[in-house]
């Protein structure tokens, strides 16, 4: 392809992103693999140009509006400008790969000349952007950052513009750390493990994992480093009886069954029969034989009240606003909309409250999301042990032994994962035990006297004035 095509293909997948035809890696992904004649090179160039806007959106469309303010930026005029802020393309450059020709973009506007000639020689950043801009995110969430980092904001939230690298999760029924790693070099790919996670193993360069060897027989699976310390810090064990109550398509799943041994009752459970459909593969290719797949109504399935109880371990991978993950998400930033983190506090709320029913005595319900909002995880656990006095908060420090062995790195009772301090995504799990029932009282040797006629009847009365 021509930079010219590159840059056409890139604005029009811009436009289905931006319209809402799905997420930015579903969009990319469903057009590379309908367009299976583009390049590896090609691929690498178009995917660039979408990432570098999607990362840095709020500065582009600040640089724009300060240039012209009458102007709403649009997929084109933000490519354009990008290629220059941040590609550090020439103007004249970007005129050439506009001529108009088959496949490329139309020549540019006297406006878009005008914007790419000014943003000549400009910096990405300027003093007088306020911090969202800067730090590329919306501004109505600039209280809940507030709220959690103080004034580490620009430190943490500095990170999320990066690329993250890609983690894999060793799968320990098939290989150990070493020998995977051992795979991957005699197929050409360095990792290197993980510094929290024992099971991960992780890569800086684009590979392409799915015609590996080491892939294809099951032996890793693609997973971030804090996602795999939430399945881990589930412990759960051979033998147990387990459910994964937001199985999506099975990646936390794989990791529990993995822990389990491939032994005991696991059930994957989700409101989406598709995406609990999509982890057959992923299953078969892992070697995993004791998971059952329910497909549910809502989190207050029937199966759910027929069930209470009944389970060692309630995994609660929480549907959530994703800000924890924006580093490879970079476009749900800017489709999340304040009512949708009041809809999906009370959907974890409720979620919380009905898988609650599931925990036998003693087991423990372990709830996790990929965010960093405070009101989508402590928050959330506080108001769920007010209400359910049954369940108590098992301290960090204690889960991590038990499960990792190595030093916590929190000092909090819950898991809250940073990119900035922990270089995973940002992670929330917090472990909750319930309270084992009161031993019953031991009966006397001998049976007590029956009770008088009397008596009877006068405990029927006063049953009979309680009911009333």
Sequence with gaps: MTPGARLQTAIEL?????????????????????????????????????????RHRAVIDWWIRRLNGNRQPDARLRLFA?????????????ARACDGDRFRPNPLGILEQQVVRDLKGKSLMHPEMPRPVRLNYPDWLDAHWQELFGDQVDAELGVMTDTAPLDLRVNRLKANRSDARTALADEGVEAQPTPLAPTGLRIYKRIPLAT??????????????????????????????????????????????????????????????????????????????????????????????????????????????????????????????????????????????????LVKPGGRLVYATCSMLPAEND?????????????????????WRDAIGTACPVATDTLQLTPKRHGTDGFFVAVMERKAAAPAETMPETAPEAASEAEVDAAADVHKVDAA
């Design 212 to 357: 590996l060897d080491v892939f294809k027989s099951g032996r890793i699976e693609v997973q971030d480093e804090g996602s795999q310390l939430a399945a881990l810090l589930a412990l759960a064990k051979p033998g147990m009886r387990v459910v994964d109550f937001c199985a999506g398509a099975g990646g936390k799943t794989l990791a529990l069954a993995a822990g389990m041994q491939n032994k005991g009752h696991l059930v994957a459970c989700d409101i989406s029969e598709k995406r609990l459909e999509r982890a057959v593969v992923r299953l078969r290719r892992a070697g995993i034989s004791n998971v059952e797949r329910k497909p549910l109504t809502s989190e207050r399935d029937k199966w759910v009240k027929r069930h209470a109880e009944s389970f060692d371990r309630v995994f609660v991978d929480a549907p959530c606003t994703g800000t924890g993950t924006w580093r490879r998400n970079p476009d749900a930033k800017w489709r999340l909309k304040p009512l949708d983190l009041e809809e999906l506090t009370a959907l974890q709320a409720s979620i919380l409250d009905s898988t609650a029913r």
């Design 379 to 399: 928050g959330q656990i506080r108001n769920f042990l007010t209400s359910h006095p049954a369940f108590a908060l098992v301290p960090m420090s204690e889960v």
């Design 82 to 94: 990008t290629l220059v802020l941040v590609e550090g393309w020439e103007p004249e450059a970007v």
């Design 14 to 54: 811009l436009g289905e992103i931006g319209e809402g035809h799905g997420a930015a890696d579903d969009v990319v992904g469903g057009y590379f693999r309908r367009h299976r004649f583009v390049g590896a090179k090609d691929r690498a160039a178009i995917s660039e140009h979408i990432y570098a806007i999607l």
